[in-house]
Structure formats: C-alpha cells, structure tokens
C-alpha cells in the first residue's frame, strides 16, 4: 500500500513539472518557432519523394543555369532555379536536408552514447580509469575538429558510413567531459551515499541513481551538437571529401556554384542559406530548452 501511494502521489507531480517546463518553452516564441523549423526541415527529408517537385538526379542541359522563377528567364516549376547541369535546386535541398539531418542525428546518438558510458566510468571510478580516458579526452581535443576529419576522411575514402565514423571518432569527447564533470558531483550527494551504503553496485550506482539526474544537460549538449556537426558535414562535402555525386549534399552544392557565383548566384546562395537556417534554428531551440528543462535556470 505504501508504495502504491507514492507511486500514485509521484505521478501527477513529475507530469505537473513536465508540463510546466513545455509550457515555459512555448512561451519561448524564438525558441518556439525556432523547433517549428527544424520540424519542417526533418518532415521535408522524410517526405522528400513526396513534396519534391522534380528528380534530384535529373538533368537537362537546356536549363543549364536557369534562374530562379522570379528573375527574367525563370519558370516557376523550378521555383530556386538549377545548376550546370540544369537539375532543380529546390528538389535538391529537400534531398539534401535528408543527408545532413541522418548524418547529424546519426553521429550525435553514437558519440552521445560512447561519452556517457566513458564520462559515468570515468567520474565515478576514479583512479586509473579517470587518468586513462581523461589523457584521450586531452589528446583529442589537442586537434582541430574539421583538420582531424579531414585527415580520416582521406586515409578511408568518402562515403555515408566514412563520414559518421571519422565525425564520431573526436565528438564522443564533448558529452564525455560533460558526463565527467556531472558525476563527479552528483556521486558525493546525499541519496548516492545511501545507495552505496545499503550495499548497490557501482554499476546500480551509475546507471540507476546518477545517470537519470544528468540527462538533461547531456541532451541539451547534444542537440547543440548536432548543429555543429551539420556544419562539419557541410565542409567535408564542400571538400569533396563528403557524400559522392549524384547524391545531393548541400555542402557539395554550396562547392559546384563556386565557379558560377557571379553569373549564377542562386547556386550557391539557396544551399548556404538551408544551412544556416537548420543550424540557427537548432541553436536557438536548444538553448530555450536548457531554458526551460534546466532547474538552475528557473528563478
């Protein structure tokens, strides 16, 4: 009966909290409309058959260069207009947005999860582990991101799979000091002493009582990553060291319009602007939810 009674009596507290902070988002317009965009551009990728006007890989020369369907010469079936090989911009930024947000999610949710698992190790045991992947951390960190990748990409060749594994290769560090630094903490509290003294594992410890306490500012580090890794994606591909043609990448397209840019602004312009829109957005609202989810940010 007891339990019952505190399960019960808990219920409604935890959903009172959740719907408080959802609602301090809302109230958030920025941080609000900003989570309405990044939800177009991920319900754009996933139904990108569907509201894509045009075959990303189709070509046709006679519309070479076409300006959008605003400007003298344009059509408005190819509202953005094309590229030297006359394939529609817009259809290939809806395809695009496919590539950076898989490549985005997928890195984050792999790294993410190596970083908790190294950061819980490392924070609570101490010792030889902490000294151990603290001087990797170190070391990893001593490079500079894009320069690292770059160096991976070359020694393993382009590609999807390539990509993810060269991005996550050094993002696992960020969440990883971000784990470290709050279990350091949250180990020396009150209820993880009680824990400890009432005989449960340190593997209990960690999975049970702190990690569930440090989730929310590891999933506000994360989703601020993924717009950094979006842009990291974008460079390999600008480099040519990302997704290979005719697969679209907004990188790549950002990296064919360069010959073209005075003649043909549009090419480069509408990818760069894709870009920046995503990741502003992204940026944006994660920082009204580390606003409204973090209780150190309450008054």
Same mark, same amino acid.
């Given at each position: 009966?007891?339990?019952?009674?505190?399960?019960?009596?808990?219920?409604?507290?935890?959903?009172?909290?959740?719907?408080?902070? *959802?609602?301090?988002?809302?109230?958030?317009?920025?941080?609000?409309?900003?989570?309405?965009?990044?939800?177009?551009?991920? $319900?754009?990728?996933? $139904?990108?058959?569907?509201?894509?006007?045009?075959?990303?890989?189709?070509?046709? &020369?006679?519309?070479?260069?076409?300006?959008?369907?605003?400007?003298?010469?344009?059509?408005?079936?190819?509202?953005?207009?094309?590229?030297? /090989?006359?394939?529609?911009?817009?259809?290939?930024? +809806? !395809?695009? %947005?496919?590539?950076?947000?898989?490549?985005?999610?997928?890195?984050?949710?792999?790294?993410?999860?190596?970083?908790?698992? %190294?950061?819980? =190790?490392?924070? !609570?045991?101490?010792?030889?582990?902490?000294?151990?992947?603290?001087?990797?951390?170190?070391?990893?960190?001593?490079?500079? !991101?894009?320069?690292? =990748?770059?160096?991976?990409?070359?020694?393993?060749?382009?590609?999807? +799979?390539?990509?993810? +594994?060269?991005?996550?290769?050094?993002?696992?560090? +960020?969440?990883?000091?971000?784990?470290?630094?709050?279990?350091?903490?949250?180990?020396?509290?009150?209820?993880?002493?009680?824990?400890?003294?009432?005989?449960? #594992?340190?593997?209990?410890?960690?999975?049970?009582?702190?990690?569930?306490?440090?989730? #929310?500012?590891?999933?506000?580090? #994360?989703?601020?990553?993924?717009?950094?890794?979006?842009?990291?994606?974008?460079? /390999?591909?600008?480099?040519?060291?990302?997704?290979?043609?005719?697969?679209?990448?907004?990188?790549? *397209?950002?990296?064919?319009?360069? %010959?073209?840019?005075?003649?043909?602004?549009?090419?480069?312009? $509408?990818?760069?602007?894709?870009?920046?829109?995503?990741? &502003?957005?992204?940026?944006?609202? #994660?920082?009204?939810?580390?606003?409204?989810?973090?209780?150190? $940010?309450?008054?």
């Amino acid at each position: 009966m007891p339990d019952t009674d505190t399960k019960a009596s808990t219920g409604p507290v935890q959903e009172t909290i959740f719907r408080r902070n *959802m609602r301090n988002f809302v109230g958030n317009r920025l941080a609000f409309g900003s989570a309405l965009v990044v939800l177009i551009f991920i $319900f754009l990728a996933i $139904f990108a058959p569907l509201v894509a006007p045009h075959d990303p890989a189709e070509t046709d &020369l006679f519309r070479r260069l076409q300006p959008p369907a605003w400007m003298p010469g344009g059509e408005w079936s190819y509202l953005l207009g094309c590229d030297a /090989l006359g394939r529609d911009i817009l259809t290939r930024i +809806i !395809y695009g %947005a496919r590539i950076s947000i898989f490549i985005g999610a997928a890195v984050v949710l792999v790294a993410t999860t190596i970083g908790i698992i %190294a950061g819980l =190790a490392a924070g !609570y045991l101490r010792g030889w582990v902490d000294m151990v992947i603290s001087r990797v951390v170190d070391i990893l960190l001593g490079f500079p !991101y894009l320069i690292f =990748a770059i160096g991976l990409m070359a020694m393993m060749g382009p590609g999807l +799979i390539n990509i993810i +594994i060269a991005l996550v290769y050094k993002e696992w560090v +960020i969440p990883c000091r971000v784990v470290r630094g709050e279990t350091l903490v949250t180990r020396e509290l009150e209820y993880v002493e009680a824990a400890r003294a009432l005989g449960a #594992s340190g593997r209990h410890i960690m999975l049970r009582e702190i990690l569930p306490n440090i989730l #929310s500012p590891v999933i506000v580090v #994360s989703t601020i990553r993924m717009a950094h890794v979006i842009i990291l994606e974008a460079s /390999l591909s600008f480099l040519g060291l990302g997704v290979q043609p005719p697969t679209a990448s907004w990188g790549a *397209m950002v990296s064919d319009g360069r %010959a073209f840019i005075l003649q043909a602004w549009w090419v480069s312009t $509408f990818p760069g602007i894709a870009i920046l829109l995503l990741v &502003l957005a992204i940026n944006v609202a #994660s920082q009204g939810l580390r606003d409204a989810f973090d209780p150190r $940010f309450h008054e």
